[in-house]
T-cell receptor, first 120, second 110 residues
Framework: DTEVTQTPKHLVMGMTNKKSLKCEQH?????MYWYKQKAKKPPELMFV???????INESVPSRFSPECPNSSLLNLHLHALQPEDSALYLC???????????????????FGQGTRLTVV | EDKVVQSPLSLVVHEGDTVTLNCSYE??????LLWYKQEKKAPTFLFML????IEKKSGRLSSILDKKELSSILNITATQTGDSAIYLC??????????FGEGTQLTVNP
């Protein structure tokens, strides 16, 4: 099973709404990522979770709030978003993240199919 | 700031042609370089390169890393219309951060 599952596939929300994006993997991966991708642009890193702890926050506005309840699940809570936040939100997971800074991951990152978010 | 640059940004070829896509990087604490193919939604993994000079091959696709030149190439031989996609290069640095290049939009015409 090399699947990363994201729900919902599509989401339309108003600027005052609160919603959550979900990501799930059962590959035993201990690194999970949130990326944002605008049309015709590469994915931009938002957050990295390593062993269920937030290890990287790329100065993302606080209206995006990640949560990693356990090693299989990653959520992204959304509140008071702006229309410019409309994008494809991609979740990825990776087999191993090493605790020591000099070491790196030894496998590829698997991506979910993404949630197409529209903020109106 | 870590930088990953891909070229060309866009390429149009005919079926059967061979293409070479380039990726160069300037990063701190390089760990690995990954190639992905993106069609409609999620990027799908192609190759991961960590050692210089060792070619990775999968069917008509192959890739090699040159750590001296801080670059990698992705070759596709005998292209097919199904190869039309955006090809993304990503570089892993410490903390498992993946930084993506802008991508190369490849269009293969019949």
């Amino acid at each position: 099973d090399t699947e990363v599952t994201q729900t919902p596939k599509h989401l339309v929300m108003g600027m005052t709404n609160k919603k959550s994006l979900k990501c799930e993997q059962h590959m035993g991966h201990r690194a999970m990522y949130w990326y944002k991708q605008k049309a015709k642009k590469p994915p931009e890193l938002m957050f990295v979770y390593s062993y269920e702890k937030l290890s990287i926050n790329e100065s993302v506005p606080s209206r995006f709030s990640p949560e990693c309840p356990n090693s299989s699940l990653l959520n992204l809570h959304l509140h008071a978003l702006q229309p410019e936040d409309s994008a494809l939100y991609l979740c990825a997971s990776r087999k191993s993240v090493y605790r020591r800074p000099r070491q790196g991951g030894k496998t590829e990152a698997f991506f979910g199919q993404g949630t197409r978010l529209t903020v109106v | 700031e870590d930088k990953v640059v891909q070229s060309p940004l866009s390429l149009v070829v005919h079926e059967g042609d061979t293409v070479t896509l380039n990726c160069s990087y300037e990063v701190t604490n390089f760990r690995s370089l990954l190639w992905y193919k993106q069609e409609k939604k999620a990027p799908t993994f192609l190759f991961m390169l960590t050692s210089s000079g060792i070619e990775k091959k999968s069917g008509r696709l192959s890739s090699i890393l040159d750590k001296k030149e801080l670059s990698s190439i992705l070759n596709i031989t005998a292209t097919q219309t199904g190869d039309s996609a955006i090809y993304l290069c990503a570089v892993e640095t410490s903390g498992s951060r993946l930084t993506f290049g802008e991508g190369t939009q490849l269009t293969v015409n019949p």
